[in-house]
């Protein structure tokens, strides 16, 4: 079964987002925003394992941290690629984006405490 979300944002053409890009967008566009909040949970609440592949896959398809990005959250160079990434999709990657909807949410003037 295909998930509903998975196309409601196509790919975006320049490749996949830095967490810094996805920021922006997702505050620019709440419904980005939603549309990515709603994937990420599509990829820990899936059924299938086909349908968790397919969320982990248009995640992939929109969110890359960028090497300076890592150089920052000091995670290794491979982290997003390879068997690192289908790991660490699960978990950290999608803490990032959960992290990243959850900040676009908030108002200029709004702190999260």
Do not use: W
Request: proline share 5%; glycine share 6%.
């Amino acid at each position: 079964m295909a998930l509903e979300n998975s196309s409601s944002y196509p790919a975006p053409e320049g490749g996949a987002r830095s967490l810094k890009e996805i920021l922006e967008e997702a505050t620019r566009d709440p419904a980005y925003a939603s549309f990515l909040r709603d994937t990420v949970r599509d990829a820990r609440t899936a059924v299938t394992v086909e349908d968790q592949q397919e969320a982990l896959q248009t995640l992939g398809a929109h969110f890359a941290l960028s090497g300076e990005e890592l150089t920052l959250l000091n995670l290794p160079a491979n982290f997003m690629t390879g068997s690192c990434r289908i790991c660490t999709q699960t978990r950290p990657t999608l803490y990032l984006l959960d992290f990243a909807t959850a900040f676009a949410r908030l108002s200029p003037g709004e702190s999260a405490q």
